[in-house]
């Protein structure tokens, strides 16, 4: 019972205040971080801050639209999926910020697509050009794309209906949607191709474009791959290693991977590869500020060869090795040996 006790009310708008900051300044006031926190209705104010950014995310059914509004929804943005086109302008723009409590807006993901309450390609384009002009947000499209074969799997793995297809064949349902969304893919400022893609590699991809380092550096992502299993289609910069030796033809590095001392000095005793690397390095250092200045905040670098195994996983690491000499964080992804049983 909280008898003769005196208890701190923190009174918030429901509508204008995320869970999340709702907790985040409980906690506070818990901790005595802050001594009060209160906002009724006369402390808000109908202004959008300038600086948030909101994120339109359309594209193929089936091709991870779900999926990338969990992951924006876990890089603390505000996830909203299927809202009618004639409330997105309410939504955005019609955003309440209390005046005395900065940081509790956060940016906005929405979803949309031909599931979309009055959805249609003008009307998009109408909406999405008002969010554009009005200059209050910051607004982006992320187009996501799917090879036609792989959503087909997709579908018929899952049991699920393509929502154009409910009496015709899945291939049919998705021919049909291709048509009607290629303005989009057209206007859209990211195109994510996720044919192939893991989860993971989806989201650290979301995350390389929407989350910058402090001193706004490029997030760089490198992978090895198997030309066998396709190059990853999310790749900017892509290295065809397979002109250097192979270990694979010899039989006591056959089972081991580029990750380990022996091949990479098999791979490095190739009468080629210091002239090659030092190439590669030189092609690569140039073009990093190039990217900066042109606003790009993510980049891709892909080397392949047969396997997947040997070459492109040493010629990846000594990659990333390079990049940390020079100050550079750098992600990596082994990707047939991320996929080995």
């Known amino acids: 019972m909280l008898l003769r006790r005196k208890v701190r009310v923190i009174q918030i708008d429901p509508f204008s205040v995320s869970a999340t900051a709702k907790i985040r300044y409980a906690l506070k006031l818990v901790t005595g971080e802050v001594m009060s926190f209160e906002m009724n209705p006369s402390q808000i104010t109908p202004e959008t801050c300038s600086s948030e950014t909101v994120v339109l995310v359309t594209g193929m059914s089936g091709a991870g639209k779900t999926t990338a509004l ?20 309410n939504l955005v723009l019609g955003r309440q910020k209390p005046f005395n409590a900065p940081g509790l807006s956060r940016p906005i993901a929405v979803g949309v697509d031909i599931r979309t309450r009055d959805f ?20 982006k499209l992320v187009f996501l794309d799917c090879d036609d074969e792989e959503l087909r799997r997709r579908y018929e793995e899952t049991r699920h209906r393509h929502p154009l297809a409910a009496d015709r064949p899945v291939a049919d349902g998705i021919a049909h949607e291709r048509r009607l969304v290629l303005a989009l893919r057209d206007r859209a400022d990211l195109v994510i191709d ?5 989860t993971g590699e ?43 030796s192979n270990p694979h033809y010899d039989e006591s590095l056959r089972d081991q991977t580029g990750l380990e001392e022996a091949v990479g000095k098999y791979v490095s005793r190739d009468p080629s590869f210091v002239e090659f690397f030092d190439s590669l390095t030189h092609l690569i250092e140039p073009l990093l500020p190039r990217y ?19 070459r492109s996983v040493f010629v990846i690491e000594k990659l990333a090795l390079w990049f940390e000499n020079t100050g550079q964080k750098v992600q990596v992804l082994h990707r047939e040996l991320a996929n080995s049983p």
């Open 70 to 89: 969990k992951v924006f929804e876990d890089m603390d943005f505000e996830a909203i999926d299927n809202v009618p086109l004639s409330l997105l302008g």
């Open 120 to 139: 249609g390609i003008e009307a998009f384009f109408t909406r999405y050009d008002t969010l554009v002009s009005a200059g209050e947000v910051e607004a």
């Open 202 to 244: 989806f989201k650290r991809l979301l995350q390389g474009n929407f989350t910058s380092p402090p001193d706004n550096s490029l997030s760089i992502f490198l992978t090895s791959f198997s030309y066998r299993r396709g190059v990853p289609r999310s790749s900017d910069l892509v290295f065809d290693v397979r002109f250097l």
């Open 292 to 310: 900066r200045a042109e606003g790009k905040s993510y980049l891709t670098i892909a080397a392949g060869c047969t396997g997947g195994r040997h």
């Open 194 to 198: 996720t044919t192939g893609m893991t």
